[in-house]
């Protein structure tokens, strides 16, 4: 029988097994972060590692049943298993009961709470699971973060330069149904200090 832990995201609960909670809080270095729910994208190995990568990074994928399911047809992970992995990712599981209804929302939790997730983690790098890790992310940290003495490092979206247009485009493409509680999110963050872009804000401090 599992034992449980919860990660509050609002009123919503993000649960997985004791020992994914222990694996995860052991990971007191780098971790690398991605998630795939409903069974929408495919894993994707990261190339490029160093050999002292795999010492001092953490790799975790969050999956919920349906996923999972999937790998078992493949036959890429056993059933019944306390602990799934494969290639570099620690899969964990995600249990359903608590997920919303939308694999998208559900994507969001491991991506914006990474710190709460890996509590212990000196650094962290979330990748889209559409993406494949190209790059050492020993050396993405180092480049990006540690030498700018930088907090943080955030990639330039290809197409959208402004959080109001990834609302609109959400909403043209229905990616998310619910179009009266995204125009209220969007004047929340209005009435918080967001403002219209402007060329002012150029350049971007990366360039990239």
């Known amino acids: 029988m599992y034992e449980f832990f919860s990660i509050f995201a609002g009123s919503e609960e993000f ?23 409903n069974n929408h994208d495919k894993i994707r190995q990261p190339v490029g590692l160093g050999s002292q990568t ?36 620690r899969i964990v599981k995600v249990f359903s009961e608590k997920l919303y ?30 993406l494949q890790l190209m790059v050492d992310p020993l050396l993405l940290i180092h480049s990006l973060v540690v030498s700018k003495d930088a907090d943080m490092a955030i990639s330039k979206h290809p197409y959208y330069v402004h959080t109001m247009e990834e609302a609109m485009a959400t909403a043209r493409w229905k990616k998310w149904s619910d179009i009266d509680g995204l125009t209220q999110q969007m ?14 804000k150029l350049p971007y401090t990366t360039g990239k």
């Open 15 to 37: 649960p997985v097994s004791d020992s994914d909670r222990i694996a995860m809080e052991s990971c007191n270095g780098v971790v690398v972060v991605s998630a795939i729910f």
């Open 101 to 130: 209804e939308n694999p998208a929302m559900n994507g969001v939790i491991p991506k914006y709470l990474v710190h709460r997730l890996f509590p212990n983690s000196k650094f962290s790098i979330w990748i889209d699971a559409k």
């Open 54 to 89: 795999l010492v001092d990074t953490c790799f975790f994928m969050f999956m919920d049943d349906i996923t999972l399911q999937g790998l078992y047809e493949h036959k890429l992970i056993p059933q019944n298993s306390p602990d799934y992995k494969v290639g570099v990712w």
């Open 187 to 200: 004047e929340t963050y209005c009435k918080n200090g967001l403002l219209p872009w402007t060329t002012d």
